[in-house]
């Protein structure tokens, strides 16, 4: 599987992950409603992230997997997003990569949580 490279000016590594869910809703172009899932983001920028998983979703080339994301930052957030690469981790997780189908207001509302995340930050210091 092809790894991308991020060079976004904009992403955000969390200290310690945050935690959030994540449910397969699509394959190939078909819909699916698998049961939702534990996921920790890495890290994410308003146009992708990166988690981790127990689940190992065994992602083929070619292959075409949208999941539905539910997480919170300072805000809500319900996103869908296409799986682009499959890392293999410790006892069958998996790190994930992920670009996010958004909308610019959803994008919008992302970049603002990450700059009050970043102020939080800095403000710790």
């Not at 699916?32 to 146009?47: F, L, T, W, Y």
């Not at 994930?96 to 509302?109: E, R």
């Amino acid at each position: 599987m092809k790894r991308y490279r991020r060079d976004e000016t904009f992403r955000y590594t969390f200290n310690q992950p945050s935690i959030g869910q994540f449910q397969i809703i699509q394959v190939d172009g078909e819909n699916v409603e698998s049961n939702p899932g534990k996921m920790e983001i890495h890290n994410i920028s308003p146009r992708g992230m990166k988690i981790l998983t127990g689940f190992d979703l065994m992602l083929k080339e070619k292959e075409e997997i949208i999941v539905q994301l539910s997480f919170t930052l300072v805000t809500e957030h319900t996103v869908h997003g296409k799986v682009v690469w499959q890392e293999n981790y410790i006892n069958k997780s998996c790190y994930y990569g992920i670009d996010l189908i958004i909308d610019d207001q959803q994008s919008d509302n992302i970049i603002e949580d990450l700059k009050h995340l970043i102020h939080k930050d800095k403000s710790n210091i």
